[in-house]
């Protein structure tokens, strides 16, 4: 399952799909969606950047999240079936807690 991203001025959204083959999810203490945010979440207009796409997208497999009371977060791993950043603050909107 690919990863869906909102974050359309992210440099690794790809028409809502999320081409950064792997990503970090942070807020290891997080008890709701604002408190979790996608660490690799990359402007598009960053000058300093060139073809940062990566030739796969992105499953919620390739995530590292950090969100430890996550219940799709199993060693750091996400098990959700799908995944949707946030297009206004890049934060896991597929944050559910245990």
């Not at 909102?6 to 792997?22: E, F, I, K, R, V």
């Not at 969100?67 to 559910?96: D, G």
Request: hydrophobic share 25%; charged share 10%; proline share 2%.
């Amino acid at each position: 399952m690919t990863l869906n991203c909102n974050a359309h001025n992210c440099a690794y959204n790809n028409s809502g799909t999320c081409y950064a083959g792997s990503i970090k999810v942070i807020g290891s203490e997080a008890n709701s969606t604002s408190d979790t945010k996608c660490s690799t979440f990359t402007p598009e207009d960053n000058s300093n950047l060139t073809n940062i796409n990566s030739n796969y997208f992105t499953t919620s497999s390739d995530i590292n999240c950090k969100a430890k009371k996550c219940n799709y977060n199993i060693n750091s791993t996400c098990t959700a079936p799908s995944v949707l950043i946030n297009m206004n603050n890049a934060t896991c909107e597929t944050f559910i807690s245990e």
